[in-house]
């Protein structure tokens, strides 16, 4: 007798929902008015890092708070809008979408 065949479930998918998610995200500071722009693997511990000072990048400008990020299944993804995000064509998407928050 044949064992009944498994169907592909969500959890099982290759290369879809095992896979680390990457994102890129966009800080504002409060106090500086600035921005500060990176992807992290692990978003909720990279955004703990800059709420405890943790960051050189980040630690004399804060507080922060995140107003934008995107999430990729791709590293090289997530870099490349990191690198856009970074270049004049994403200083003006930022700015434009800054001014809704």
């Known amino acids: 007798m044949r064992r009944p065949r498994k169907s592909l479930s969500a959890t099982r998918l290759p290369g879809i929902y095992n896979e680390k998610m990457f994102c890129v995200y966009v800080l504002h500071s409060i106090a ?14 990279r955004l703990s890092e800059h709420k405890r000072g943790a960051s050189r990048a980040t630690r004399y400008r804060g507080p922060w ?7 990729y299944f791709n590293r090289q993804d997530a870099e490349g809008r990191e690198r856009y995000l970074k270049s004049g064509g994403g200083r003006r998407f930022l700015s434009a979408a800054q001014a809704l928050f």
Do not use: F, H, T, V
């Open 32 to 45: 500086g008015r600035g921005l500060y722009i990176g992807y992290s693997a692990n978003l909720k511990n």
């Open 65 to 71: 708070k995140m107003i934008y990020y995107e999430a």
